[in-house]
């Protein structure tokens, strides 16, 4: 009887590498108090809420960049362990009040109870002066769905009223057209001098209070050649109640998401002007990435990215406690404690991973994901030998679950790694929860994904092992209505850190498999992402 010994050595190998893997995780390498120290110092109020160009972005780089350092990681094969992320600061002040005129009475909107407004153009005043209205549905021009709301329009000059998330092209599960950054970049595209979203708290999943604590004040945009001047003049959201008495103006009432949504729903002008004026302080200035590299030892040029963002949204508004310092512990300090923690377990375990591994804390992503879309426009690793984009962003503050949840599940093949290291803690994979949020476009994950890089986002799912579904489905809920992108969304030695030890275990093991076998994950099919990996890879 003839052996084949190639066979058997890959089988030998896949047994041994199974093995490890199990003893790794049976060894959980990573531990809720250690996560839990790293989110005490990266959320305490003398990092001043962790927003670039301040002290803060100093004092936390400083901190991540010493971790990784202390570990004996490499710094990037840029040289450093920061890469230099080019930004502009425009702290725009807009009118108190936003005048629209021509119905049977003129409104006015008031600043942050009505409305708010920004402006990417890079200029100290930006004036937009009875600029006509028109509702526009969803703003969206999607042709492999046959949809296109701005056909037959001339928005040249005039500013577009739209709707958060998209006409449902995937059921409940909303598309990249549903995001409130593609609604600015396809109205500047469409020549509208300006864009205003209706801000609706079940379909945005988050309540106004987030859009005027995230869209007001000094805002940051990677810096651009044209200075941002093919942009809109005005960027900018309105609450529902706004938009419902502005529309009803114009005659249009009852549903507008269920009239948006129709096939042969076509553009209205409202034949109502607007008026608004930003005036603007611009700052030029260098925010940065931390980036680490464990060298493989056996395919050193193929590399496999952990991600999470340090930054958040530094000093602001006060809560009715007085709080100012916007903090960030679970959104994305955690994250940040889970990268660093997770460098220490890659360093610790003993079969060192054959492909090198990148620990990337990038900056901006509050802002809209700068850090990792400039990483990915200037990638200090090659795209076409990058592996896979590990994602950790927000993961929960209560406690273990029974579930493990995938944002986007079933874009790529990471799902299947995950399915796989779940399966052997006795854990469900679940998908998106609330799949219209569009969770998958919202980190910095996406940055990856778009240029092709299998990319993954997970967090903890709701079925908590100490108090069960309905109890951590509450937890969820009280978050986003009370403490995301709030002051008071802070560290307390009573947090339960148990749960992003449990993500952050598994994430490691599909890394540390990841980097230690010759294949490529891909995307899976229906995936918009499929094509851009393909050609990158040459197939």
Not at 126 to 155: I, R
Not at 202 to 213: D, E, G, L, N, T
Not at 309 to 333: E, F, M, Q, R, T
Not at 474 to 488: G, L
Request: net charge negative.
């Amino acid at each position: 009887m003839k052996i084949n010994i190639n066979l058997l050595l890959l089988f030998s190998g896949t047994f041994l590498l199974t093995a490890c893997n199990r003893q790794e995780k049976s060894a959980q390498p990573i531990t809720a108090d250690e996560i839990k120290s790293h989110i005490a110092v990266l959320a305490n109020d003398s990092l001043m809420g962790r927003k670039p160009f301040t002290a803060g972005e100093d004092k936390a780089i400083a901190y991540i960049s010493k971790q990784f350092k202390s570990l004996g990681l490499e710094p990037g094969d840029n040289g450093s362990y920061f890469q230099e992320v080019p930004m502009v600061e425009i702290k725009g002040a807009p009118s108190e009040t936003m005048e629209i005129a021509g119905g049977k009475s003129r409104m006015t909107l008031h600043y942050l109870t009505d409305f708010v407004a920004s402006t990417r153009q890079e200029q100290s005043i930006v004036e937009l002066k009875n600029s006509p209205l028109v509702f526009v549905g969803y703003g969206v021009v999607a042709p492999e769905y046959h949809w296109n709301d701005y056909a037959g329009l001339d928005v040249k000059g005039k500013t577009v009223i739209v709707l958060v998330n998209d006409p449902g092209f995937k059921g409940d599960t909303m598309t990249y057209y549903g995001r409130w950054t593609y609604k600015y970049e396809e109205a500047a595209h469409q020549g509208a001098a300006g864009v205003i979203i209706v801000h609706q708290t079940k379909a945005a999943s988050y309540p106004w209070s987030v859009v005027s604590s995230s869209f007001t004040g000094a805002k940051l945009y990677l810096q651009q050649k044209d200075k941002h001047m093919g942009r809109c003049k005005l960027e900018g959201w309105m609450t529902e109640d706004a938009a419902k008495n502005l529309l009803a103006s114009a005659g249009i009432t009852g549903d507008i998401r269920a009239l948006a949504s129709k096939k042969d729903f076509k553009a209205v002008p409202l034949n109502l002007n607007v008026s608004l004026t930003i005036q603007n302080q611009l700052k030029y200035s260098t925010s940065h990435n931390v980036i680490a590299k464990l060298k493989g030892t056996a395919s050193p040029d193929e590399y496999i990215i952990y991600t999470a963002h340090w930054d958040h949204l530094g000093i602001g508004k006060p809560d009715a406690k007085g709080d100012s310092v916007y903090n960030g512990a679970v959104d994305n300090a955690d994250g940040v404690a889970s990268l660093i923690s997770m460098a220490k377990a890659f360093i610790e375990v003993k079969e060192k991973p054959k492909r090198s591994i990148i620990f990337l804390a990038v900056t901006g992503e509050e802002q809209g994901l700068l850090g990792s879309e400039y990483y990915a426009a200037h990638p200090v690793y090659p795209l076409n030998k990058t592996i896979a984009d590990l994602n950790m962003d927000a993961l929960g503050n209560y406690g273990e679950t029974k579930d493990i949840a995938i944002t986007g599940k079933g874009q790529n093949d990471l799902d299947d790694y995950v399915e796989k290291y779940a399966k052997q803690d006795g854990l469900e994979v679940v998908g998106d929860k609330n799949p219209g949020a569009g969770g998958y476009y919202r980190s910095d994950h996406f940055s990856f994904a778009k240029v092709g890089v299998p990319a993954i986002d997970m967090n903890n799912g709701i079925n908590s092992v100490a108090h069960g579904a309905d109890w951590g489905k509450k937890q969820q809920e009280d978050y986003t209505a009370h403490h995301y992108h709030q002051p008071s969304d802070n560290y307390s030695p009573d947090m339960d850190t148990g749960g992003m030890a449990q993500v952050a275990n598994l994430l490691f093991n599909v890394g540390y498999e990841l980097s230690n076998e010759g294949t490529f994950p891909g995307w899976k099919k229906g995936s918009e992402f499929k094509s851009v990996r393909e050609q990158s890879l040459g197939l």
